[in-house]
Structures are given as structure tokens and as C-alpha cells.
């Protein structure tokens, strides 16, 4: 094979951002939430099969909410090999920004006829405190939603990043950092409303929150957030950001050799991950109607782990399949079996586990390969020859260069 032939062998082009397939699953989700599901709620009558109940749309809007932090797991641990078991704390902490500004769109209208929150009367406060400066503020506070759990995370993932912590010291880490904050939370005089948190909340942006509507309203853009995260994501793991991600996962001495610092880019992307988890939380407390110190606990930062896991990791949709899958299934049996969930969600994530590595989605992918002929013998056998061409042009032996390319570890998205 000649020179020419040799240097013809290039990195892949970058794929785009969607198939064919995939932009039509996409407007079709895109139709659903935005059309489907507000026609099907507000306009179909409630005795007919279509109507959509007012409980579906909250558990779906809650779902979604719970798809956006798989989708950033899916990010941190599938696409560059960090396994973060903190991920509830970014939650919670978007979630307590947007709480704190419908605590004070309350006004007058709570218990005590106070502009303090009840629970600061209650406390015998006289004033707000410092951090609460901002809140009455709709355009603060989205600001705070994002820039609160992407401050704490940066300054966690400085330390943490540059002292070289990995693997299981890195996901021990995160849990007792998520830990200490809850036990924080928990505290009255933070003014966070200690352990009953924040909740009976009225109005947004002074519109009545409890209303068919405004719960609609949410739920399309809950809806639309995540599929616009999901883009967002299929684009940043295409760009050549997301290539150096996969190769810091996969062989992250190798890169450093290849002269990439893995700091900025495992940084950056822990903040990204942060910022996504704190959107959907500030999501989730007005439909949900609370939010209190549990949403740090430990076993809600496991379950994020292991939506992107039964969903399958390095696959973007993966992720919110699994979240959609085991959360529809924990609404189902903690209603009928309630004794019984926690054994089914151990067993779930040991099965996945031994038997299905790539996930369902992965599973799926492997069914309809079935059958189809495989073009990665013939590949191979032409970088070989390329290979043997350079090797000898240079007066080498082939198996002293390295590989031309190599498969990344785990599904592709």
C-alpha cells in the first residue's frame, strides 16, 4: 500500500447530531408534551379514554424531572468514567432556590400575616437572613438555580479533580459531602426550614400555582428542558470536548500522554452536570409542592445511578428510559407492594448488573443488529494493511506502532 494510502486512513468524521430515525423520535416527543399531553388534560372530558389525569401529569412532570439527573449522570459517569453517588445534593440544591423564592411570593397569605416565611416566625426571626437577599427576585433566582450547584461543584471538583481522587474514593467522597450537607440542612438556624423544608406554596411570577393550567404549563416545559438537555448532550459528547471525555474514561494516563490535561475537561464537565441537576430540581419543587432535606439523602443519589445503569450508560437515551422505567415501576409497587420495593430496586440493579452490562437500551441495540452482516472484520483488516504499509515505510516492525484507532469502552450514543 503506498504513502497515500497510508496517510488516507483519518479519524471519523463527526457524526450528526441526529439520525433520521432520531429526529422523528425526537418531534414525536416534542409533539407529545407540547400538544398531545395539554389537549389531553384540559380540553378532553374526564369520563373519556383519552383524558389524561391531573395525578399522570404530575408523576410524568416528576419523571421527567428525575430523566434530566440521569441524563447528567449519563454525562459524568457514562461518557467519562466518573461515578458520582452526590448527584441528589445538585438536586436539592436548585430545588431549594426555587423554593425559596415561592416562599416569598407567599406574601401575607401564609399562616402568621407575615412577609417573613412562617417557619422564620415560628422560629421567633426578625429579619431575613443574608442568603435569602435575592429571592424575591424571578430573575436572581434562575440565575442561583444554575450558578449555586455549579459553584459548589466546581470548588468540590477542584480539590477533588486535582488530588488525582478516582474510582470508588471518588463516589465515597461525593456521598459524604451530600451527607454533610443534609445534616446542614436539617438545621433550623440555617433558615432552610429545618426538617419540614419548604412547602404550601401559593403563586409563580403571582400566577396561582395549584391551578390545571399552571401544572400544565410545568409539565410542557419540563418536558421541553429535557429534550433540549438531551440535545445539548448529543452534541457536546459528538464535539471533540466529548471525544477527549471518552478517552480520559477509557485510557487517562494514555491521554495525558497525548498531551491532554484531564483536569479542565473532568472539571467542566462535572460542572455541567451540576448545573443540569439543579434545573431540575428548581423543576420539580413547584410541582411537587415541598421540598425538604430527604431530597439529599444517599439512597436518592444511588437511584440517579441506577436510572443511567438499567437505562444503559454512554447512550444519552439510555439513562431516561431507565428513569422513566424504574420510577413508573416504584409509583406502581409502592402503591399495591409498598413492603416490597426496596428488595425489587436491589434486585433490578444486581440483574442489570450480571446480566444486562450495556443496559435495556443496550440490549435493544444488539436485537436488531441481529441478522445483519458485520462490516468490523473488513475494517480491521484494512487498517492492518495500512498499518503494515506505514510500518514498513519507516523500516519498522507493524506491531511496533500503536493501534490506528480504537473501540471506545461501553455503548456509543
Known sequence: MSRAAASSVVLPARAPLLTGRGWTAFFIALIAVCALAPVANLLVPQGSAFHMSDY?????????????????????????????????????????????????????????????????VFLDWKELPWHWAFSDSFLATLVLIVAVPGLVAFVFGWF???????????????????????????????????????????????????????????????????????????????SKFGRVLQAIRDAESRTMFCGYNPLP????????????????????VPQVGIINPGEMSAANSIEIAIWAAVGGRATLVG????????????????????????????????AVTLFLPDGIVGLVRKWLRRGKPDAAPAVSAGRREAQKSLAAEQGMEASALAPLATETKGARA
Request: glycine share 12%; aromatic share 18%.
Open 56 to 120: 399522570t401529569v404530575a408523576l410524568l412532570g416528576r419523571i421527567m424531572c428525575y430523566a434530566i439527573c440521569a441524563l447528567a449522570m449519563d454525562l459524568i459517569w457514562g461518557y467519562t468514567g466518573i461515578l458520582s453517588l452526590g448527584h441528589g445534593l445538585f438536586f436539592a440544591l436548585g430545588g431549594y432556590m426555587m423554593g425559596m423564592y415561592l416562599m416569598r411570593q407567599i406574601g401575607r397569605d401564609g399562616n402568621y400575616k407575615s412577609e417573613l416565611p412562617d417557619f422564620m
Open 160 to 238: 477533588a479533580f486535582r488530588s488525582r481522587i478516582k474510582g470508588v474514593y471518588f463516589s465515597i467522597i461525593t456521598q459524604a459531602l451530600t451527607f454533610a450537607a443534609m445534616l446542614l440542612f436539617f438545621r433550623n438556624e440555617t433558615g432552610f426550614g429545618g426538617n419540614n423544608g419548604f412547602t404550601d406554596f401559593k403563586r409563580i411570577l403571582g400566577i396561582p400555582i395549584a391551578t390545571q393550567e399552571m401544572r400544565m404549563f410545568l409539565f410542557a416545559l419540563t418536558g421541553l428542558t429535557l429534550l433540549a438537555f438531551f440535545l445539548f448532550a448529543r452534541w457536546l459528547v459528538g
Open 265 to 284: 475537561y473532568k472539571l467542566t464537565i462535572w460542572v455541567i452536570s451540576a448545573m443540569m441537576c439543579g434545573v431540575a430540581g428548581a423543576l420539580y
Open 319 to 350: 439513562p431516561i428510559v431507565g428513569a422513566l422505567l424504574v420510577n413508573g415501576a416504584k409509583s406502581w409497587l409502592t402503591a399495591f407492594a409498598p413492603e416490597y420495593w426496596l428488595y425489587f430496586l436491589g434486585a433490578l440493579f444486581i
